[in-house]
């Protein structure tokens, strides 16, 4: 089924809901100044500036780089658009209306110098001498117009010498080849009209106008069939008429030039994390003194206000993370209790980061400090919140303090994935464990693990082999002093925040605790009840994801409160006698229901922990005891709904509400009189479709798809734990064999008494398992 995206509104308005609905109180602002706190160190510059030394000087001391980072070399970037700018290409125009203009010029002269020839009009040609002197500023003679007029010249220009002219000038032809002085390359020759681009190469017998005159002069001198008085007219009137045909278009030459530069990346040196930059003694060069100002640039003395604006903008949003559920759902409450531990918690880990950060850089420069980083407890620090919390704060938790971790370690996006993995990594194995003793064991995979994704992060760092060795050292500290954190916190976290943590819980379920031996001692049939909740809640909560550690621990106490008044509950009615039979139900109900207070008091006088307590007061939600209600009914009462109801609250948690299913599906099927697979499956659906359509589980974040799961895993648990046996059909022969040898004994003891009465003398014993022999010794030595 499609849903339609949120707008900003009602992303806004969810947004509101969920942080007013896990409370606004000093909770929350310690949550946003914990951000603020850390986003402000973040900003902070750390160490001193370092040491700065322009080219030419000596270097007073060494000069180690703290980081990776590249550096701009402007004066090889400018020789690079330098060298790109001269071999791109000039652009000409080519006008093919100039070509026109020259073959038309030389025909119309040719015309109408025939005009006149033709009419013998020597006045017309001489003016014609008059207009092209005038016009092209020469002195050519009248005797030259005379000769271009004869056949053999005008054969020539139009047969061979015009079509040599026009194949010229299409080819182009330059004003001046001096344009292309150091241009070593080719041009760009682009049509006007048809604007089509070409390259063509400077090398290749580009002509310019003196070329191509000086060309035409030598193609007609040395024409054979041509005259000397035709060739002198031909050379005196036609390289007038010649004109460029290439116009350089420095414009068009310009934005290509810009276009291609703009593409160019500028030339940068890279300097690798622990790279000398310079030692003491040395002579510094223009490359060094880039990197040095590099250095001195970006470390900076002034608060960096961008890296103080993005660390809380990250910060805050990942902090929603906490209060939202992927759902949409409201899930557990977080408390003010559990903001102002999370608070604290990151507070810690970022000045523990911030201060070991600083302390690194405080040291002398020539001491490598950057693999530092990595002896950096967060998957410890992250498990803590494992104990406490479950899967999505957690994973909230732990992106969190991998950020700050790694902005606060100046670290890249390689050291903030090896805290985040490093930190899920140890969530799952603590998760996983069962004692402490296993918490203990969980170092090795967790060292393992280390060593992989450590090594991975050196490796997308550039971090040299050289250093390995070290960097073992660092990882083999984190893993042991995550560990440490782990069991050092713990019982603080228990004793100031009164959590029950992971250690609690498998402490509460170690069957020797006090309450569960008094349970078994005087409730045997609610121990047994306990033991068959907490079977069916862990599966239940493994099938959905929930936490199975706090569901199996709250059912094994969730009806502590039934010791008050054991035999008051069915399953503690051994002699067959119920003392409802002599109650109202009003009263019955009193009674049943104060199993839930006193469980309560019972276990806060024993320190289960809130979250236990909460299941105990939530396992009935707001249900009804309905045999009592239709007693009340039957005896001609009125009662009223309100009055037969658990106070609840309904369950408030996955764990409570897999505990409130679980606690009715086991007392139903135990009163199946035929628990065959089929009835049970039908009373595990029918039961879990009643308690969700009374609303029971309206506060709890379960899903439709967690309903199915759990139908599935009580029926099958309940089929396992109500099997059918095979019959043993000789058990039947064998008790009425017993009963036959006790009625036989019964009666040699009453003849035996009836004779010590008559005789005083014991009788002869007729024991059926004694032979006639053996009993007439034991009369004669009697």
């Known amino acids: ?27 929350l602002i310690s949550l946003f100044l914990t951000i603020v706190i850390l986003s402000f160190l973040a900003g902070i510059p750390y160490g001193q500036a370092p040491a700065i030394f322009v080219n030419g000087e000596i270097a007073n001391q060494t000069v180690v780089a703290k980081r990776d980072f590249l550096i701009e070399d402007e004066e090889g970037t400018k020789e690079k658009r330098a060298k790109i700018r001269s071999m791109q290409p000039l652009v000409f125009d080519y006008n093919r209306e100039v070509a026109t203009r020259v073959r038309e010029g030389i025909l119309n002269l040719i015309h109408a110098i025939n005009t006149f020839e033709i009419n013998q009009n020597e006045t017309g040609l001489k003016t014609i001498q008059e207009q092209f002197n005038k016009t092209y500023l020469t002195t050519v003679d ?93 050379l005196k009137i036609f390289p007038y008429f010649l004109a460029p045909t290439l116009a350089l278009n420095q414009e068009e030459t310009n934005q290509k030039t810009d276009a291609l530069l703009a593409n ?201 082999f050289s250093k390995y060795t070290n960097l073992l050292a660092m990882l083999t500290a984190n893993a042991i002093l995550s560990v440490l954190i782990l069991f050092a916190l713990s019982p603080v976290l228990e004793l100031i925040f009164g959590y029950t943590t992971r250690f609690r819980l498998m402490e509460l379920m170690n069957l020797d605790h006090p309450l569960l031996q008094e349970i078994m001692m005087n409730t045997p049939g609610t121990y047994h009840h306990c033991l068959v909740v907490s079977n069916l809640v862990e599966a239940g909560a493994k099938a959905i994801g929930a936490n199975s550690l706090l569901a199996k621990v709250g059912a094994l106490y969730h009806d502590i409160g039934k010791v008050a008044h054991p035999h008051y509950f069915s399953e503690n009615q051994f002699d067959g006698i119920n003392p409802h039979d002599k109650l109202s139900p009003r009263m019955s109900c009193l009674i049943i229901f104060s199993h839930v207070k006193n469980g309560v008091e019972l276990a806060e006088k024993y320190k289960l922990g809130p979250e236990i307590t909460d299941m105990i007061s939530q396992h009935h939600g707001t249900r009804m005891p309905m045999a009592f209600f239709h007693k009340a009914k039957k005896l001609g009462e009125n009662p009223k709904e309100e009055d037969y109801r658990y106070a609840g609250p309904r369950p408030q948690t996955r764990e409570a509400a897999i505990l409130m299913m ?60 109500n099997h059918q046996r095979v019959a043993y059909p000789n058990i039947q022969n064998l008790q009425d064999k017993n009963k036959v040898k006790e009625e036989k004994t019964q009666e040699n003891t009453e003849e035996a008494r009836e004779y010590q009465k008559e005789e005083k003398v014991d009788p002869p014993i007729k024991n059926p398992l004694l032979t006639q022999e053996q009993a007439n010794t034991n009369n004669d030595e009697k």
């Open 1 to 27: 089924m499609k849903t339609n995206p949120l707008s900003i509104k009602e992303l806004y308005l969810h947004i509101k809901t969920m942080i007013l609905y896990h409370g606004h109180s000093y909770g």
């Open 142 to 234: 009248f005797e030259t117009f005379k000769t271009l007029a004869l056949p053999n010249t005008q054969e020539y220009a139009f047969e061979i010498l015009l079509p040599w002219i026009d194949n010229q000038l299409a080819q182009g032809i330059l004003s001046d080849n001096r344009i292309l002085f150091n241009i070593t390359n080719n041009i760009i020759i682009r049509d006007r009209n048809t604007k089509i681009e070409k390259v063509r190469s400077t090398t290749n017998g580009l002509l310019d106008l003196h070329a191509l005159t000086v060309a035409m002069g030598n193609k007609i001198r040395s024409e054979q069939n041509l005259s000397e008085q035709a060739k002198k007219a031909l």
């Open 264 to 464: 160019i990346k500028p030339v940068y040196i890279q300097v690798h994390n622990g790279e000398v930059i310079v030692r003491e003694g040395d002579l510094v060069t223009r490359e060094i003194q880039l990197k040095l100002q590099a250095i001195y640039n970006t470390s900076g003395s002034n608060f960096n206000y961008y890296k103080f604006s993005g660390a809380l903008i990250f910060g805050l949003m990942l902090t929603l993370g906490l209060f939202m559920t992927p759902s949409g759902q409201k899930g557990r409450i977080l408390l003010s209790k559990d903001q102002v531990f999370i608070s604290l918690l990151v507070l810690i880990v970022g000045c523990l980061a911030s201060a070991i950060a600083h302390f690194g850089y405080s040291i002398s420069s020539s001491l490598d400090t950057s693999l530092l980083p990595y002896s950096f407890p967060v998957a410890g620090i992250a498990g803590l919140a494992v104990l406490i919390f479950a899967a999505r704060r957690y994973c909230v938790l732990g992106f969190l303090i991998a950020f700050f971790s790694s902005i606060l370690f100046q670290g890249d996006i390689a050291l903030f994935l090896f805290y985040f993995i490093s930190s899920m990594v140890n969530t799952w194995l603590i998760l996983r464990s069962q004692s402490r003793q296993d918490v203990v064991l969980s170092i090795i995979p967790l060292f393992i693990i280390l060593l992989f994704i450590g090594f991975g992060t050196a490796l997308l760092q550039h971090i040299s």
């Open 662 to 721: 679980a606690d009715t599906l086991e007392a139903a099927v135990r009163s199946l009189p035929d628990p065959s697979p089929a009835r049970i499956s039908s009373t595990v659906e029918t039961l879990v479709k009643n308690i969700y359509a009374e609303g029971q589980l309206d506060e709890a974040d379960l899903t439709f798809r967690d309903l199915n799961k759990l139908i599935e895993s009580f029926t099958r648990t309940l089929r396992a734990l």
